[in-house]
């Protein structure tokens, strides 16, 4: 396979920008883990180091280096004398992760009804009206990144930047289920759980508001439990 080849099958990774020297690896880094999180590379699928070395214009080194801290973070296995793939998602890990997102976000919300500022429930609300509008276009990755910002504006406007840091830590395999979940339906019904959780805050009952949230997070679960039947090679079990 010729460079051109190679550019050709990673087109949805962009060149690197020159910069100050020593972040090489960092950038490497960043940008394979937004594929694998995008699910450009698909869990399970190995990665070829030149592939992507000709695509970043950079050596074998940083990519290699982004891999292994890759493989920490459990988004890249690597195999001796094979090679590197995205990893397949591990279910038990996306439980655990979606229990402590089911506690702590039930909380979040609680204190949100009672506590959160007039300028975030306005923020949550142009951000409503910004899903409906991708929702009526079939705008994945708009409505997706519409998603995380209302799960964000929540946390930021109640200032609980230690409790935002653990949610962020879990996010980026659970980043990848909800992609792997994404459809015109599963929007939908995203989008009508998000309004019952608005209506909640926005009358400050912090009941209704946080039994929504747990709702909301266990109907991902659930629907995970039932993918991941139809489409085991894409999961671990244990």
């Not at 988004?75 to 094979?82: D, F, G, K, S, T």
């Amino acid at each position: 396979m010729d460079a051109l080849d190679k550019r050709k099958r990673y087109d949805f990774l962009v060149p690197l920008e020159r910069g100050t020297r020593g972040h090489t690896t960092e950038k490497v880094e960043a940008s394979l883990r937004a594929a694998i999180v995008a699910l450009d590379f698909a869990p399970g699928e190995f990665i070829d180091k030149g592939a992507v070395c000709a695509v970043l214009g950079v050596s074998r080194f940083p990519v290699s280096e982004a891999l292994t801290r890759l493989a920490a973070e459990g988004l890249v296995e690597i195999l001796p004398q094979r090679g590197s793939r995205a990893a397949r998602i591990r279910l038990p890990e996306i439980r655990e992760s979606m229990l402590i997102r089911r506690a702590l976000e039930g909380m979040v919300a609680e204190a949100a009804a009672q506590h959160l500022p007039p300028e975030a429930i306005e923020a949550l609300r142009g951000n409503l009206e910004a899903q409906e509008e991708a929702v009526s276009r079939g705008d994945r990755p708009g409505f997706h990144a519409l998603d995380l910002e209302f799960h964000t504006i929540l946390v930021e406007g109640l200032g609980m930047p230690r409790v935002a840091a653990v949610i962020d830590a879990s996010r980026a395999n659970i980043d990848r289920v909800r992609r792997l979940l994404s459809s015109p339906r599963r929007h939908a019904v995203t989008l009508a759980e998000h309004r019952e959780l608005f209506r909640a805050l926005e009358t400050h009952d912090a009941a209704a508001a946080r039994q929504a949230m747990e709702a909301h997070l266990e109907a991902v679960v659930e629907e995970l439990e039932r993918f991941s039947v139809e489409h085991a090679e894409v999961f671990v079990q244990a």
